[in-house]
Each structure stands twice: as structure tokens, then as C-alpha cells.
């Protein structure tokens, strides 16, 4: 959203190719206007900054045109960043070339001219003077917004050294596990013999106590059966134990009467012998 507005309220576009492929003269005068966009807030001060850093910028331009050039450059410095301004003070092909404590009066009026022609007509002192305080106002305007934005700047550039401080440690992290992992499979791949003679014994034991309770069980099942049979002989024997006890028994009675039936007759024998024993 911030960028789409910075983009909308930009009505100065600076094409590089365009501004290189000016006369030095127009060059000046692009400067001048550049600066003032700048400083209103209509022109990208980035893209002013990539024209200035060229080496294409002096290209066939005169001591004078450059001196120009080169003052109108310092008296707008605070338009850039403090590492900007450094460069384009110090290092830039501007300053490396011209000097401006060799610019004459001649120079110093030829800008001001340049100044007045793209301003339009003189106006009066009065008018200079509120001029320059407007001036005055928006310099400190665009410092504070230049400010703000290396505040920006900065805490994007913070933001992306945290960013990448964390993938490294993210990165390191992998690779320590990854490192570990390693170690573990390589003393696991040391210890697969005696795991696999380990399973191996184990499967042999439960073979064995499958063995066992197998034949346990078979044991139970004769055991049962065992038992079944010898009840089963056992309710035989009693059976017939019964049947001989039943016989016994009917065979006692039958001939406890016979005795008594035999009694009896002997009885009634001797009864009629005493009879006739008597009546003789």
C-alpha cells in the first residue's frame, strides 16, 4: 500500500538513459528541476541518486557547466540519505573532477540566471525572502522525511538480518540433527548382528515353549480321556457288582424259605407220629 502511494504521488519520472542522453547544459537544467521535484515530494529521490552515480553524468560536460552543476548538487544535499551524501560529496564523478572553490562569479551568476530563467520572471526582494523561507520549510520538511525513511531503511535492513539469522540457525539446527541421526544409524548398523542372534533365540524359545505347551495339552487331552474310561469301567463293574449283590440276595431268601417250608413239614411229621403214638 505505502509503495502504491509513493508511486501515485510521483509525478517527475526520471528516466536515466534519457537525462544521459542530454546536452550538459540540459543536464544542469535537469538537476535544478530535479532537486525542486524532489524536495516537493514529486520526483523518486532514489532514482535522481542512480542519475548522479553514473559516470555518463560528466561526459563531454565543461569546467563550468560541471562546477554548476556540481554547486547546485551541494546546496541540495539534504535531500539524500547521510551515506548518499557522503558519496556524492566526497567520491561522486561530480566532485572527483569539478571543484567548486574555482567556480568565478561568472559561474555563480550564470546559475543564478539559470535559476531565474526556469523560475520565470524576477519577482521583488519581498517575494525572494518568502521564497526562501518556503524553501527554508520544506528543506526541513523533506529532512524529516528523509530521516523517516533511512528509519525505514534501517529497520528493513534489521528485519532482513534477523530473517536470515534465523534460516541460518534453522539451517544449523537441520544439520545437527541430521548429523545425529547419522551417528545413531551407524551404531544401530553396528548392533544388527546381535539383535538379529537376539530375535533369533527368541523365536527358538518360543518354539519351544510352543513345543511344551502343545504337548501339555495333549497330555490334559489323554488324561481326560483317561478319566473317562475308567469311570466308565468303573460304572461297569459297579453294574454288575449290583446284579450279582441282587442275585445273592434273591437266591438267600428263596432258600431261607425252603428251610423254613422244610421245618414246617418236619414239625407236621412229628405231630402226627405223636398222634399215633398216643391213640395206640
Known sequence: MGKA??????????DVKEV??????QRQRWLIKACRKAADGEANIKHVYDVLTSRKLVAGMSDKV???MLRILREHLYLFSEKQQRWLNEESHLAMQFSVGECSDGDVEGTGDIIGSSRG??????????ARMEEMMARCRDFVRAKASTFEERQREAEEVEHQARVALQRQAAEQRKREWDAIDTWHK???GWETACLAANDERRQTLEAAAAAAAEAATAAKRQNRKSRSMRGRSDSRFRRRRRRHCSSSTS???SRARHRRVLGERRHRLEDVSTGA
Open 121 to 130: 520572471a524576477i519577482k521583488p526582494q519581498a517575494d525572494d525572502a518568502a
Open 190 to 192: 553396528q548392533l544388527e
Open 255 to 257: 432258600s431261607k424259605s
Open 66 to 68: 560541471g562546477r554548476r
Open 20 to 25: 544521459l542522453g542530454l546536452r550538459p547544459e
Open 5 to 14: 502511494k509513493n508511486q501515485e504521488s510521483v509525478s517527475f519520472v526520471v
